[in-house]
């Protein structure tokens, strides 16, 4: 049984199967309680993010019919062994009796986590693997068919804090092995989808030039300038600006041989491979 926030809402059942409550404002509800798993979240926290400052004088009353009807949809539907609640009440609201890994969004967090410290213990291999488990988790921007107010916005902003550090990580991990050019494609949607993000920016234009494409690596430098310019009306980073100087001085590539005549290299040329393959980036 799981409880999936990362794109829209749903529950999957111990069975396997996937069902979501019809009415907004249940699927609001059992969201945020989803993010505080065994945590007891207020009435009161409750309606502020149903209705913020707009609740009707009829609210408690609502939110007690909305647990009653989750209660029933987790009973009919046999979302859970028939001895467990899910649902519980806990002076001075409710609580979701479920363990992190039944939600996708604390999952989430742990797989990145995890490949943080795998990455920093010198072990890139496995943090690959942790990655692909994060990055598999991402079926789209989180809560996407949910109504959110102040405090599950505020989750979401977390969420998709976290999704960039996985994505930064994951650059970071190709680039260990020198992956360069099974990059790029990535990479190439990560500066559209993040078009502000200078770092990603600054791995595709790196990677460009260490697969010896430097034009592309300085009209990528100019797409960025002239980016930043006109929506911050500033320059790219010092950092940035380094490396197109390096990329102006540098040597060019050697074009003597095409790449089908350039001698072959004795496989103990190549960097080893994680055990799992690369991640392929959703949009």
Do not use: C
Not at 128 to 138: E, K, P, S, T, V
Not at 166 to 190: C, I, S
Not at 191 to 201: A, G, Q
Request: no cysteine; glycine share 6%.
């Amino acid at each position: 049984m799981q409880f999936n926030l990362i794109g829209p809402f749903e529950i999957t059942t111990d069975d396997g199967r996937e069902l979501a409550p019809g009415a907004p404002r249940i699927r609001q509800m059992l969201a945020l309680l989803a993010l505080q798993p065994r945590e007891t979240v207020s009435i009161d926290s409750l309606v502020q993010e149903l209705w913020a400052d707009d609740a009707p004088p009829s609210a408690l009353k609502i939110v007690h019919t909305h647990v009653s009807q989750a209660r029933r949809l987790f009973t009919e539907e046999a979302v859970t062994s028939p001895g467990r609640d899910l649902l519980l009440t806990r002076a001075p609201g409710y609580l979701l009796q479920v363990n992190d890994d039944e939600v996708d969004v604390m999952s989430f967090e742990s797989f990145i986590k995890r490949a943080q410290w795998e990455f920093a213990e010198g072990t890139p291999g496995r943090a690959a693997d942790f990655l692909g488990r994060a990055l598999a988790l991402w079926r789209g921007p989180v809560l996407s068919d949910v109504a959110v107010g102040s405090t599950l916005a505020g989750w979401i902003a977390r969420v998709e804090e976290l999704r960039i550090r996985a994505l930064e990580l994951h650059v970071e991990v190709e680039n260990h092995f020198g992956r360069y050019r099974e990059l790029l494609p990535e990479l190439r949607t990560l500066v559209n989808d993040y078009p502000l993000h200078e770092w990603f920016h600054g791995q595709l234009i790196s990677a460009l030039h260490r697969a010896g494409r430097r034009g592309e690596a300085l009209e990528a430098y100019g797409n960025l300038y002239r980016l930043l310019k006109s929506e911050l009306g500033l320059a790219p980073s010092p950092d940035l600006r380094r490396l197109q100087t390096e990329i102006l001085n540098a040597a060019g590539p050697d074009l003597t041989l095409s790449p089908r005549r350039r001698p072959a290299r004795d496989r103990s040329d190549f960097p080893p491979l994680p055990p799992f393959p690369a991640v392929a980036i959703a949009g």
